[in-house]
């Protein structure tokens, strides 16, 4: 099992930065891929960014230049850093990680709302 837990989202003005942090704990495999979602209000979950263990990073269209995935391995914390936020980025969002097993884990969620 694998236990995610993420923190720090908030109400914050457009142009506003934030940063998530998503806990990781549990049955952690060295190969492996984190990545953070997001989900809006009668819309699909989406990929907003995810880093492999060898450091390769992946970024949805829409968040490229404005937002930033790390990971801090001795705190085992994950990390999205969020700038020049939009409206458009008002969403749930949600840490993921897998592995080479079959299994799928994801946190609870944590909500963004950029708003004036």
């Known amino acids: 099992q694998v236990h995610l837990v993420e923190s720090g989202g908030g109400l914050v003005q457009p142009g506003g930065s934030l940063r998530l942090s998503c806990v990781v704990s549990?049955?952690?495999?060295?190969?492996?891929?984190m990545g953070w979602y997001r989900q809006a209000p009668g819309k699909e979950r989406e990929l907003v960014a995810s880093?492999?263990?060898?450091?390769?990073?992946n970024y949805g269209d829409s968040v490229k230049g404005r937002f930033a995935i790390s990971i801090d391995n001795s705190k085992n914390t994950v990390y999205l850093q969020m700038n020049n936020l939009k409206p458009e980025d008002t969403a749930v969002y949600y840490c993921?990680?897998?592995?080479?097993?079959?299994?799928?884990?994801w946190g609870q969620g944590t909500q963004v709302t950029v708003s004036s």
């Open positions: 993921r990680y897998t592995d080479s097993g079959p299994d799928i884990y």
């Open positions: 549990g049955r952690i495999f060295a190969i492996n891929t």
């Open positions: 880093r492999t263990n060898t450091g390769y990073t």
